[in-house]
């Protein structure tokens, strides 16, 4: 039994692509087997040290420059909880009640304090507790400033006030701050909702940041009070590794800036907020949105983030009820307490997938960052709209890819009940508050609702199939999943003769057979519909060769994989009568 003890005989890189090559059987290995991210990264199915080898600081230890391990020594983090109230007194309840109920921070969303009697009814029995202020504008910073320096304050407070949109106030407010005020934060968030790859995300939060310590140099601020004044925003999405070696890359390009600019390497610590993504989070399946909201936040976590807030699933279409919001608190709960995420520092490090991915958007990152410098810096880009271009193809891909379903939102544009209504359960302010790729779809089904609560009917599909009985089960089950999206009833009935189809109920026929059967099926339908005297207009499901003399015989339309379901949903909406 020794020999059971011992090593596993090494394999060499070429060993185990000389054993996929065969596995193959002459398939193409890079569409089989290579991932094109909208990075532009090629991911490769398997990783391995050699992929490693010439990267940089891949032996700093977690809390050490440059940080790639993160910067702490525990895996630990805070637990920061959104509070949206109307006044001081109910967000001050809130607040209490949810750092008693195990959240270790608070954000205050929208609200924005002008007074200091205010300030000090909000604040009540949160001395303890890290605070910061989403909304901020220039009284609310001299505010706090002057209430901090009046009194002492163990836990630190921030806002949101964006760091570059006045630097001559940001080298004021420097200047006066106290310890332990965090006044600006760089919104990496707004990138990932503009449509930002994580390269993008990278780079433009990097630029804006390198763009603020130089501004500040020229102002005679330091580069390390300038860091020590900043927090980053990022939003956290669905691609959880990317999401992971994102939080890993930024912290690595933040410390190499803070060095170029003289700063110590203590300095160099970027302070990262992580919220989980607004814009996957959908109306239609809306708990489901727990179900992402967790793996974002374990991205999060796992990354490095500094503070984690995690979205109520029902925020982004009502406003958030107590049990909404002890869901997304007992989310973070859960993986600290249970999952025991934070008792680990750097729980990626030393997975080749990670650590080459770090290291592919930290080079990839700074190049960007490097292309808005070459344009004068982050404001005069954003001022010319640059930024805004430089994105435009990223979103147009993603949207792309959600309208084509390539993207899945689960409930939405794939697996959707079209039985669920919204319409009773949405505030219609928050569903367009802020962009969201399911919104396109959300729009489809809420068209059929309002619809069917006007004429008391829901479009009825029928799936007919008929003939091949593997084809007509899989092009039957496409077709409910797809007409689906748009809320429409559907129904399957088997069919024997195609003649039988014509009788039945519905406001659409689409006929679920195999290519080769459509010609015969089609004929035979269409002269009973005639005879009948019906007008039911009939689909087909799939791309059958012959698609032109099907058209000519009388078929209306084809669906199909590469169908956009947002184009071809909307067409027959305005077909049936319904109106948005």
Same mark, same amino acid.
């Given at each position: ?34 991932? /094109? ?57 809130? *607040? ?22 205010? &300030? ?15 909304? =901020?504008?220039? @009284? ?12 002492? /304050?163990?836990? /630190? ?33 707004? #990138? ?19 763009? !603020? ?16 004044? &900043?927090? !980053? ?27 170029? #600019? ?37 991205? +999060? ?9 995690? *979205? ?24 600290? %307490? ?8 750097? +729980? ?11 290291? !592919? &958007? ?109 084809? @007509?089960?899989? @092009?039957?089950? !496409? ?13 399957? @009935? ?9 009788? =039945? ?26 005879? &009948? ?24 339309? #084809?669906? %199909? ?20």
């Amino acid at each position: 039994m020794d020999h059971l003890l011992e090593e596993f005989p090494p394999v060499s890189t070429a060993e185990w692509e000389s054993a996929i090559a065969r596995d193959l059987k002459g398939v193409d290995y890079e569409k089989r087997l290579i991932w /094109r991210s909208e990075e532009g990264l090629a991911v490769k199915p398997y990783y391995r040290a050699e992929d490693l080898k010439g990267l940089a600081s891949m032996d700093s230890a977690p809390g050490a420059f440059p940080y790639r391990r993160g910067t702490r020594t525990t895996g630990d983090w805070q637990i920061r909880e959104e509070i949206d109230a109307a006044d001081v007194e109910s967000a001050n309840r809130t *607040a209490c009640a949810a750092v008693g109920a195990g959240a270790e921070g608070i954000a205050f969303s929208g609200l924005l304090v002008e007074r200091a009697d205010e &300030l000090a009814v909000l604040l009540t029995n949160l001395d303890e507790t890290p605070v910061h202020f989403e909304l =901020a504008d220039k @009284r609310l910073l001299r505010l706090l400033i002057e209430w901090l320096g009046e009194r002492s /304050r163990a836990a /630190r407070i921030s806002t949101g006030c964006e760091a570059t949109a006045s630097v001559e106030f940001a080298a004021e407010v420097i200047g006066d701050a106290p310890k332990g005020f965090v006044p600006f934060t760089i919104h990496g968030e707004a #990138f990932d909702e503009a449509g930002a790859t994580g390269v993008e995300e990278v780079g433009f939060t990097l630029a804006a940041g390198v763009d !603020f310590l130089a501004a500040m140099r020229e102002r005679g601020v330091e580069a390390e009070r300038a860091a020590a004044a &900043l927090e !980053f925003n990022f939003a956290m999405g669905s691609k959880t590794f990317f999401q992971i070696a994102k939080l890993r890359a930024f912290r690595m390009v933040w410390a190499r800036a803070i060095e170029s #600019f003289g700063g110590t390497r203590s300095a160099a610590r970027a302070r990262i907020a992580a919220h989980t993504s607004r814009w996957n989070k959908t109306v239609y399946g809306p708990h489901v949105n727990i179900l992402r909201a967790t793996t974002e936040a374990i991205a +999060a976590v796992l990354g490095g983030a500094d503070s984690v807030t995690v *979205a109520p699933f029902d925020a982004c279409y009502k406003q958030p009820d107590e049990a909404s919001q002890r869901l997304a608190r007992n989310t973070q709960l859960l993986l600290k %307490h249970e999952a025991w995420l934070g008792r680990v520092a750097d +729980a990626g490090g030393g997975s080749y997938f990670i650590e080459a991915l770090t290291d !592919f &958007l930290a080079r990839e990152g700074w190049k960007r960052m490097q292309e808005i410098e070459a344009h004068g810096g982050y404001r005069k880009a954003q001022a010319e709209g640059l930024i805004a271009q430089m994105l435009g193809p990223s979103m147009a891909g993603r949207e792309k890819a959600v309208a084509l379903r390539k993207r899945v939102l689960v409930g939405t544009n794939q697996f959707a009940n079209p039985a669920e209504r919204a319409l009773d359960r949405i505030e219609v302010s928050r569903v367009s508050e802020t962009k969201r790729g399911a919104q396109p779809y959300e729009e489809l089904r809420m068209r059929t609702e309002r619809h069917a609560a006007l004429t008391g009917s829901t479009p009825r599909v029928l799936l007919a199939e008929i003939g091949d009985v593997k084809m @007509r089960t899989t @092009r039957s089950n !496409f077709a409910a999943n797809f007409f689906a999206c748009a809320g429409f009833e559907t129904v399957t @009935r088997r069919f024997r003769k195609a003649g039988e189809i014509a009788a =039945a109920e519905g406001d659409l026929i689409v006929l679920c057979s195999a290519n080769a059967e459509y010609a015969a099926i089609t004929a035979e339908l269409m002269a009973k519909l005639k005879e &009948l005297g019906r007008t039911t207009p009939v689909i087909v499901a799939g791309t059958p060769e012959d698609a032109e003399k099907l058209a000519a015989a009388g078929v209306a339309a #084809f669906v %199909h994989v590469r169908s956009n379901p947002v184009e071809v949903l909307t067409k027959w909406q305005e077909q049936m009568g319904i109106k948005s």
